[in-house]
């Protein structure tokens, strides 16, 4: 899919469904939090979050007293939605309206999530110019946690064709600048309440000096 049709898609979804009516809301982010706890950070670390949309994630994360938290979204409304839930707190979040195969990152990241972003992408094109982009925005040493659905999940969301991965396939996909952490499947239980087995992987970025790209 072209990103202008992407993004007409997800703008769509955004302006006619409510978080009760898709099937990723969570009322608490928990494994995204537990990962991002896991990497230790400090307070003023740089997180963005890939695809957060109108996900409550960056409302625990600010509560929790993170000072450099951006959220990257291709739908407007998406955040617009998170932006009015958030009042006043929403000054204190960069927020980036982009397709993240055309995202020019300005600054590098301590710290990239993406949960349910990446499968979403289905040709060798997209894939790697976002494993471009993550290298180049992703410190030394920086982690990434990348959440998608398993071999056991969806193989459509939202009425488009997902990328299914196992813990093999998504760390080949990383093995050119970033090492494994940890992998970890869960299932996600959607507030119609189906459910949906995720796969969530963290990686940790290479020394620079080591890599080719």
Not at 131 to 137: D, N
Not at 148 to 160: A, D, M, N, Y
Not at 174 to 190: P, Q
Not at 196 to 203: G, I, K, P, T, Y
Request: aromatic share 10%; net charge negative.
């Amino acid at each position: 899919m072209h990103p202008s049709n992407r993004k007409k898609h997800w703008e769509n979804i955004y302006s006619t469904k409510q978080p009760n009516e898709v099937s990723w809301t969570q009322e608490i982010p928990q494994t995204s939090l537990d990962f991002i706890h896991a990497a230790k950070l400090d307070r003023q670390a740089h997180i963005i979050d890939i695809g957060g949309g109108d996900s409550k994630l960056a409302d625990f994360l600010l509560d929790e007293g993170f000072e450099n938290i951006s959220v990257l979204d291709v739908s407007e409304e998406a955040l617009a939605r998170a932006t009015k839930r958030l009042g006043e707190k929403a000054a204190r979040i960069t927020w980036i309206v982009s397709d993240i195969t055309d995202f020019e990152p300005m600054q590098t990241y301590d710290f990239w999530h993406d949960r349910a972003a990446f499968h979403f992408l289905t040709t060798e094109q997209q894939i790697a110019k976002y494993l471009s982009t993550m290298r180049k925005a992703v410190k030394e040493n920086g982690t990434v946690t990348i959440g998608t659905f398993s071999k056991s999940g969806p193989k459509q969301c939202s009425g488009l064709a997902v990328k299914q991965y196992s813990e093999k396939t998504l760390t080949g996909e990383l093995e050119n600048g970033f090492e494994k952490i940890k992998c970890i499947t869960e299932d996600h239980t959607t507030p119609f309440g189906t459910t949906q087995n995720f796969l969530f992987c963290s990686f940790k970025r290479k020394i620079l000096a080591m890599q080719n790209d």
